[in-house]
T-cell receptor, first 112, second 114 residues
């Protein structure tokens, strides 16, 4: 089955700097790659996703890139703000009724 | 529109006790899931129900049972709780029908087994 590895497990950046979180997946048939943000004590919520027919997707200060050949995808956050501090999870699935497989998460701390 | 509702939000059990976590969604979603979240372990799938009338094991099903009561409700039962089941449990749902999309989570249920 699918296996998703996520790095780093923790990340600290200065406010205004960029943050990059990387994930690799094992199943070349995976075609959907979402990112979830979980603030302290809250539920995970989708922030951005990308499908296998697209190489990059942007939404304001966040972007996701996908390299199908290397089987990895990354989350980029620019101009980080304190409210970006949270745990971020990547995930992957081959679609159909197959559930998402999540990475172990990255705790991002933005230092003011 | 409440989304995904879980009860209870907090529960303390003694080893060997049983309990059921309830989950309901009002978005007419087809697929529902139970995850557990432990520090450093991410979100691990316990059981899921791709559609009403079906249930399947996930990554960590041992010690749990589930029931898809109807399209709205998906419950998780611990028959004989163990300290290793201390965790935060999230129910989630998705429209599915074969096209991956946003997974909507409940607020979580924090369970402590003494």
């Amino acid at each position: 089955g699918e296996n998703v590895e996520q790095h780093p497990s923790t990340l600290s950046v200065q406010e205004g700097d960029s943050a990059v979180i990387k994930c690799t997946y094992s199943d070349s048939a995976s075609n959907y790659f979402p990112w979830y943000k979980q603030e302290l004590g809250k539920r995970p919520q989708l922030i951005i996703d990308i499908r296998s027919n697209v190489g990059e997707k942007k939404d304001q200060r966040i972007a996701v890139t996908l390299n199908k050949t290397a089987k990895h995808f990354s989350l980029h956050i620019t101009e980080t703000q304190p409210e970006d501090s949270a745990v971020y999870f990547c995930a992957a699935t081959i679609g159909g009724n197959t559930p998402l497989v999540f990475g172990k998460g990255t705790r991002l701390s933005v230092i003011a | 529109n409440a989304g995904v509702t879980q009860t209870p939000k907090f529960q303390v059990l003694k080893t060997g006790q049983s309990m059921t976590l309830q989950c309901a969604q009002d978005m007419n979603h087809n697929s529902m899931y139970w995850y557990r979240q432990d520090p450093g372990m991410g979100l691990r799938l316990i059981y899921y129900s791709a559609s009403e009338g079906t249930t399947d094991k996930g990554e960590v099903p041992n010690g749990y049972n589930v029931s898809r009561l109807n399209k709205r409700e998906f419950s998780l039962r611990l028959e004989s709780a163990a300290p290793s089941q201390t965790s935060v449990y999230f129910c989630a749902s998705i429209l599915s029908r074969g096209i991956p999309g946003e997974l909507f989570f409940g607020e979580g249920s924090r369970l402590t087994v003494l």
